[in-house]
């Protein structure tokens, strides 16, 4: 395996893709892993990430130096190559200007690391500081017009160090040059495969929970679908899955994933219809973040009395959870926020039930994920849904949840959802959705006016929902999506589409 040391790059995640898609596992550590935990991995090789600070800045993030003794290969990237010459003993300093965005890289001569490439290539940068003197053993192998240590390697060491980002798409060659460190430099073998994952995955959970009992929460969501169909398939019925309707999810969503479970050898599937608990508690209630934890609470406690009431006679040792790595991955500039949104679903639960945990899917990326869902046989349909919030459609409504906003939103989203997919546009979106606007306007329909909700439309385009980009969806859809909805669902009488990028916006509305 591959370990990349994370200094904060937004892009740390996206070098481990990079790496298992070539078929190799890989592990993001905090910047500051002692040698004896990464020893224990027994990796062949070793990623330093970019990052957001500058080594010349005093408390800036080092490495542990002993890492430049194990004899492995090191690849740094960015602010990497910067820590990697600086700590070697070369000289970093402040460039006279930023570079940002794609440039020129003229390669000099031959090395391992850009075979196959042109002598020049367009890659992508992100840096204000450069290295301007290289540490002992040392040389050059490429630069641009501003940057004239654009890359370096050490071979005797096997130490390179590269000031762009080969992990992102604008760096056109960068998966060559990735690959090419990973099995010309590290040789590292072809392992990480989605098939023998799945068995593997399927094996560990047996050997673990033996005879026992798990239970598995399910949200309707892509996660828990596929963990608890893993888990099904170690141990079979000895899995008891709960579903708790809060009445906040989407159009179908209950019956759809239930019956696929049931029509799939769940025998322990218990659908606890608790919209009433949950509608009744968000009453009057429109601050967010209150919606939030009443919704979180609730859900608690609907799911403990479920399990007193219906699971009483079961010896449960375990509770199943859908966490996935970016969940849990410590990214030093996001881990706060993301461990902060899934709070109520993730962390709470097991603490209050005294289960001990599993998680057969906290190692794979969303995508590797679904890839693990379509060799259990689950439908395309149901694992290329768009991630949905735990709090689901209750933050789609800008303030108070009634009965008669859930309606309207409901509606709206399912007819948005079935036009994007008969344009062929859903699978091209990473998230999609209606929400619903808490004011009345005015229109017209035949001679009377009416007084009735806008709905605001969101499309975004992202890689993990940290920043997002809305999607550029035609004219013509527009229109065809806005006429459907003012026609089919009653009282609405005015449609709106999201323009707004992620940041300064957030792609929910609350
Ligand atoms: P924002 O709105 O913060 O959303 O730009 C980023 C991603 O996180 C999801 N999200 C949530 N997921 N509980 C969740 O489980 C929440 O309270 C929550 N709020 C936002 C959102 O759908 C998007 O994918």
Redesign the pocket.
Known sequence: MIVILNFGSQFAHLIARRVRELGVRAEILPFDTKVAEIEKLKPVGIILSGGPASVLEKGSPRLDRRIFEMGLPILGICYGHQVMAHLLGGRVAKGEHREFGKEILEIKGKNTLFKGLSVKETVWFSHGDKVVRLPGGFRATASTKGCKYGAFEDTKRNFFGIQFHPEVTHTRNGKKILSNFVFSICRAKKDWQIVSLTKEIIAETKSEVEQRHVVVGISGGVDSLVAATLIHRAIGNRLHAVFVDTGLLRKGEVEQVAVYLRKHGFKKLYVIDASKPFLTRLKGVSDPETK?KIIGHTFIEVFEKAIKNELKKYPIAYLAQGTIYPDRVESASTSK?SAK??S??NLTLPEKLGFKILEPIKDLYKDEVRKVGLVLGLPKDLLWR??????GLA?RIVGEVTEERLRILREADAVFIEELKNAGEYEKI??A?AALLPIKVVGVMGDARTYEYVIALRAVD?VD??S?DWHKISNELLEKISSAIVGKVSGVNRVLYDITQ?PP??????
């Open positions: 939030r926020t949104i899934k109520h679903h768009h991630p949905f919030p735990g709090p933050v990473w998230q959705f992202s929902g940290m997002a992620k916006a957030t792609i929910e509305y609350e």
